[in-house]
């Protein structure tokens, strides 16, 4: 019986990794966008925390401050890998919802 039970566990891990692969690749194709400066630094980002691309408002750009548009793109390039990282989260908690997982097991 506990060989039994050990067979259908390794199966049901199989089954979610495969699930798990799944959902990663859909999440590569989902974006999230953030912007940073209201709206003067913009970035889409994929599931997979790739910036897909980052749009710069020409006014923005000023060489005498460069400072303020560095911390303008890091923002929002922070900003858009923290919304594709809730979006992994998000997918996970549908994929795992009913298993009875302790909530950070995946």
Do not use: Y
Not at 65 to 79: G, S, T, W
Request: hydrophobic share 40%; net charge negative.
């Amino acid at each position: 019986m506990a060989k039994n039970m050990l067979s259908n566990l390794m199966k049901q891990a199989q089954q979610m990794q495969e699930r798990v692969k799944q959902l990663q690749e859909e999440a590569a194709g989902q974006t999230v966008e953030a912007s940073s400066g209201g709206g003067m630094v913009t970035v889409v980002a994929n599931g997979r925390q790739e910036v897909l691309s980052i749009t710069i408002d020409p006014s923005v750009v000023d060489p005498s401050d460069i400072e303020m548009l560095q911390d303008l793109v890091a923002a929002a390039v922070n900003e858009a890998v923290r919304k594709s990282q809730d979006l992994m989260k998000d997918e996970m908690s549908k994929l795992t919802a009913g298993m009875g997982l302790p909530p950070g097991l995946l």
